[in-house]
């Protein structure tokens, strides 16, 4: 028992099994305990390094020197495992550190692409050193070969090294980065989702995926239409009739631009007439919105906005080019429509009523102009009146947190006033003239004839409210959210107007 006590004992002693057991708990401690840390990871492979290093040198066990043929065969040959581990774990520590390094440079996607190629080459080199120095192998004739082998290699790879070398490329100079959308000679445009070694993955506007060869990248055009910022310029062509004065026609657009809220003041946009003929003036429209996904949103308002500017100034669109004039000599004359004829053809909750019943309203219609800055209605302002746009941009703004913040902005065909008409609720919003505007305004007493004969525009402009509430474009309605808790919008807009209209009977 004894003896095999003071065996035991001398065989714990003996530095290569120290050394072997330092290398597990190495392994162990580094790979378990600090898997989330990589600082400490590195530090406890140093620090085990150290140690291993010392407990071979104490078994006279030198790791770039080979073991003689003396001694027993079981202890050369843990030695010379000793030795390849200690030069394992030395490229080991060594790409540790490189990790290291490369994350707390703040670039983590190009970090990985070094990371890879050079701990590729450390563990090359640590293969070769242990060739030379455990084995005693001469080198120079592997590296030959393995040279001529690499080259073959590389032949056979060639177009996939291109891949890589060129993602390597993208990756230090960044023409793109995740989630920018990107348009690429050829027609590929999208969104980048993913940047590895070979390919680029691009999601389609289609939401389809493209994987584009980095190769195919680098040697064609990128525009990146998310850089240097996210705004995104448009250009919109508008033809109209040749009849409009070009200085008439800018004014107009320039109307439909700030009509819309997705358009931004700054950059400034910009209207340009590019070409004039007997028939039509092509005009081209450059605006800025704050991001690639508004473009769709933007372009379909700005069309809608021009429309209803230019009909509310009695112009034209041209006709397409080529198409034969029509001859209207033959036709009746038509009846001249006033401006508050037009604009009452253009408000939503009118659409149901007869030339003739618009007609009898727009005799009512009271008109008021404002300049460029002034202000139409004030917060605290009961409104009496139904109110229309004829012209102009009007910008409906409200006071939160001691500042002035937009809630909407309105344009020819639309009305306010309404809540303080149905509820006698005063305004919490002020309203302010974006540009020249003109507008209508009917009284209750000269609405109320028209709701009691025609019950289906008290339904349309209830319905219409009940819409302008659930988009967030009602004015004055801070006790709103009461009623829609409790019951239907339409419904209750309904009850109002049967309310002040006395319209139980319809």
């Not at 056979?156 to 060129?166: G, H, P, R, T």
């Not at 691009?202 to 584009?212: G, S, Y």
């Not at 401006?339 to 939503?348: F, G, I, K, P, Y």
Request: proline share 5%.
């Amino acid at each position: 028992m004894m003896d095999l006590i003071v065996e035991i004992e001398t065989v714990a002693q003996d530095p290569l099994v120290i050394a072997l057991g330092l290398l597990l708990v190495g392994v162990v401690t580094a790979r378990l305990l600090f898997r989330a840390h990589p600082v400490r990871r590195a530090l406890t492979r140093f620090v085990f390094f150290i140690l291993l290093t010392i407990a071979l040198l104490s078994g006279q066990i030198i790791p770039y020197q080979p073991i003689g043929s003396s001694g027993p065969v079981l202890h050369r040959a843990v030695g010379v495992v000793l030795q390849i581990a200690w030069w394992v774990w030395a490229a080991w520590l060594l790409v540790g550190i490189l990790r290291i390094v490369l994350v707390f440079e703040l670039r983590p996607r190009e970090g990985k692409l070094l990371q890879d190629i050079l701990a590729g080459l450390v563990y090359l080199a640590a293969f070769f050193a242990i060739v030379a120095y455990v084995f005693n192998l001469p080198v120079q004739g592997l590296i030959a070969t393995s040279g001529a082998i690499a080259i073959i290699i590389g032949l056979a790879l060639q177009s996939s090294m291109s891949d890589v070398f060129s993602g390597l490329v993208l990756s230090f100079s960044r023409p793109y980065r995740l989630d920018d959308w990107i348009k690429l000679e050829g027609g590929t445009e999208g969104k980048v989702i993913e940047l590895n070694w070979r390919a680029t993955h691009i999601l389609t506007a289609q939401h389809d995926l493209a994987i584009v060869p980095n190769s195919t990248i680098a040697k064609s055009k990128i525009v990146n239409m998310s850089s240097p910022s996210r705004i995104h310029g448009m250009r919109l062509v508008v033809q109209l009739d040749a009849r409009t004065p070009p200085s008439t026609g800018i004014s107009i657009l320039r109307h439909a631009l700030m009509n819309s809220r997705r358009v931004l003041a700054f950059p400034e946009p910009s209207i340009a007439v590019k070409s004039m003929n007997a028939a039509s003036v092509e005009y081209e429209l450059s605006f800025f919105v704050e991001s690639l996904n508004l473009a769709t949103d933007a372009q379909n308002e700005v069309f809608d906005l021009i429309c209803r500017h230019v009909t509310a100034a009695d112009i034209h669109l041209a006709s397409p080019l080529g198409q034969p004039t029509l001859d209207l000599s033959n036709e009746a004359p038509r009846t001249p429509r006033s401006d508050a004829e037009r604009v009452l053809e253009q408000v939503t909750i009118f659409h149901t009523l007869t030339p003739d019943e618009r007609s009898k309203i727009s005799a009512k219609l009271t008109q008021q102009r404002y300049d460029s800055g002034e202000v139409l209605v004030q917060p605290g302002v009961v409104l009496q009146s139904l109110f229309f746009i004829g012209s102009g941009v009007v910008s409906v703004t409200r006071e939160e947190n001691n500042k002035e913040v937009e809630l909407l902005r309105l344009g020819p065909g639309d009305h306010f006033g309404e809540m303080g008409l149905l509820t006698g609720m005063a305004s919490v919003a002020r309203i302010t003239a974006l540009t020249p505007a003109v507008i209508y305004a009917v009284s209750k007493a000269d609405l109320a004839p028209v709701l009691e004969a025609r019950p289906q525009v008290a339904q349309e402009l209830c319905h219409a409210l009940a819409q302008r509430q659930a988009a967030g474009r009602i004015i004055g309605a801070a006790e709103l959210g009461k009623a829609t808790s409790t019951r239907n919008l339409s419904s209750w807009f309904s009850e109002r107007v049967r309310k002040i209209f006395d319209l139980e009977r319809a």
